[in-house]
């Protein structure tokens, strides 16, 4: 694929764009359907309606596959993100046969968002930014019905709060950090573009009070913007709002903050204690990478490994009473899932096939629309890896590396006039 196609393609896009607005919303069928499902698995378990996850699941990715085939036929696809897509659940089906239908509607879903992103980047980023910025609204009207009315409107959760102050929100997605890591990419390229939107998602992102976002926003939003920073009284008090809302965000979180950090600098104080808390993933990973051998380290344990090999690592960790009391070691539970999504990464795939995968991603780069955007949405995933438990099976990932990577984040998306 040469420079030239993406050009042209950026500029089809563009005049698509102009003449209709609104032309491409089937699309949110195939790229945001899928991702709106999952993360709502705990609402729908609320009212007895996770069973029909799998079926709502299928129906969309189905529909995605055969728009692919019969309307993108003749897109240019990227040659080395289809090898990473076939060779990662390639090797995830190698584990168990059995896991077919799940393997086929992942790499089903990774190939409908790659082609409809090609195809359309403008339209899939002018979609992604627009609902980053309903989510950020429905936030702000979240935290405002807590105080109002002491309730919420939108998400399934009882009210919680940090510090007893602020209520921790996220209005759709199950879980805060979620939230806070699909909107940061939004967040972050509108520091350049339009300062009002930059506020407006930076809530959607810091209240939710996620620890894990709070202290990663920051720095990245620094770091891909650091061309873009002025000495002048936008960005000055632009600065200072980022600033303020970044320090409330700790100070309301401060208690999540120490009850997350506490335990692992202090880990005695685990020794009675049979309550999970939130920071056990990263307990469990440092005692994953203390324990692995070279073998481990280079082909991991397979994606579908039954959790016992995993077990035998932990069984001489400093927290193996707590593990048992909160019952990591039963049947139900694995140990790589309750781990972080990096250490997970090498635990289901091996750094083989690992820095394979990442060797192509980063030849594909050059093919990307906006390569700016191709990093970072990469970053953020790896980001949210160091505190969640995901790995390749979250559509949210999925969808940045697969389909994000690709769109384009030209100013007319932002343009205050537009």
């Not at 204690?273 to 324990?291: E, Q």
């Not at 750094?351 to 030849?363: E, P, S």
Request: hydrophobic share 50%; glycine share 4%; charged share 10%.
């Amino acid at each position: 694929m040469s420079g030239g196609y993406v050009t042209r393609l950026n500029h089809n896009n563009i005049a698509r764009l102009k003449s209709s607005k609104y032309r491409d919303l089937h699309l949110l069928l195939f790229w945001f359907a899928p991702i709106l499902v999952t993360v709502s698995t705990g609402r729908l378990a609320v009212f007895n309606l996770d069973h029909i996850v799998v079926y709502l699941l299928f129906l969309f990715v189905l529909l995605g596959g055969i728009y692919v085939l019969t309307c993108l036929h003749s897109s240019k696809l990227s040659i080395n993100v289809l090898i990473v897509i076939f060779t990662l659940f390639g090797s995830v089906l190698y584990s168990d046969f059995t896991e077919i239908r799940f393997v086929v509607a992942l790499v089903a879903y990774s190939v409908v968002v790659h082609a409809i992103s090609k195809r359309f980047p403008l339209a899939i980023w002018r979609q992604y930014y627009l609902i980053c910025i309903i989510l950020s609204w429905m936030t702000i009207i979240e935290i405002l019905s807590y105080f109002l009315i002491g309730e919420f409107l939108f998400s399934f959760r009882s009210p919680g709060t940090g510090s007893d102050i602020f209520p921790r929100v996220s209005p759709i997605f199950d879980e805060m950090s979620h939230q806070s890591f699909f909107i940061m990419p939004a967040a972050i390229v509108a520091y350049k573009q339009n300062i009002k939107h930059f506020i407006l998602l930076s809530i959607g992102v810091l209240f939710t009070l996620s620890v894990a976002a709070t202290v990663l926003f920051i720095p990245l939003l620094i770091y891909f913007n650091m061309e873009h920073i002025r000495l002048n009284l936008v960005s000055i008090l632009t600065v200072i709002f980022t600033l303020v809302v970044f320090l409330l965000s700790i100070f309301v979180s401060y208690d999540l903050i120490a009850s997350k950090i506490g335990f692992i600098a202090h880990p005695e104080a685990l020794y009675t204690f049979t309550k999970p808390i939130s920071a056990v993933n990263i307990l469990i990973g440092i005692d994953f990478l203390k324990n692995f051998s070279v073998n481990d380290w280079l082909f991991g344990f397979g994606y579908f490994n039954d959790g016992d090999e995993l077990k035998m690592l932990l069984s001489n960790s400093l927290f193996y009473n707590y593990y048992y009391n909160i019952g990591i070691f039963n049947n139900e539970m694995s140990p790589s899932s309750s781990s972080i999504g990096i250490v997970n990464l090498v635990t289901s795939f091996g750094t083989v096939i690992l820095f394979f995968t990442a060797y192509l991603l980063f030849k594909a780069k050059k093919y990307a629309t906006d390569k700016k955007l191709y990093k970072l949405a990469i970053f953020i995933v790896i980001a949210s890896m160091l505190k969640n438990s995901h790995t390749i099976d979250y559509l949210v990932h999925l969808f940045f590396i697969f389909g994000l990577t690709w769109c384009s984040t030209s100013e007319l998306l932002l343009n205050k006039n537009k």
